[in-house]
């Protein structure tokens, strides 16, 4: 599966613009998480959507670790208590079930891949990444 290089830039181009309009102020973000939303970012030019939404919630619980100095907070209640959005609960939800397999009833399967992935699945990747800006950026020093 390869993806269009004017799609590819396209998405890295939005993927600037949401960065630039979030950036208000002097932020903290650590080498490990830019690393993640780096990494994040290429999934999300190459149309990998399951994994920019399984990234999105890896990469705010690093960043809220690192901001609240807490090893030991379960990511749920990490997650309710520092993200000052909605819809937490929904995304990382939806992470758990690509990342804990029910083989009752299984979120994905080779179909939703190689279709380029469900419009709908698009969707939520795209609401995961602005999710995940948002987290970087809601908390300026300056």
Same mark, same amino acid.
């Given at each position: &599966?390869? @993806?269009? /290089?004017?799609?590819?830039?396209? =998405?890295?181009?939005?993927? *600037?613009?949401?960065?630039?309009? %979030? ?31 399984? &990234?999105? @919630?890896? /990469?705010?619980?690093?960043?809220? =670790?690192?901001?609240?100095? *807490?090893?030991?907070?379960?990511? %749920? ?66």
């Amino acid at each position: &599966m390869t @993806v269009d /290089i004017d799609v590819w830039q396209q =998405r890295q181009v939005w993927i *600037d613009e949401e960065l630039e309009q %979030a950036e208000k102020g002097g932020h903290i973000i650590s080498e490990y998480v830019l690393a993640l939303f780096m990494d994040m970012s290429l999934a999300y030019c190459a149309g990998a959507w399951v994994s920019v939404i399984v &990234m999105s @919630v890896t /990469i705010m619980d690093a960043h809220f =670790r690192e901001e609240t100095m *807490d090893n030991n907070t379960r990511t %749920a209640k990490l997650l309710r208590d520092n993200y000052e959005g909605e819809n937490i609960d929904w995304l990382r939800e939806l992470r758990n079930k690509y990342v804990h397999h029910n083989i009752d009833n299984p979120v994905i399967d080779t179909e939703d891949c190689f279709c380029l992935q469900s419009k709908k699945t698009e969707r939520e990747a795209t609401t995961a990444i602005r999710m995940v800006i948002k987290a970087l950026f809601q908390n300026p020093f300056i």
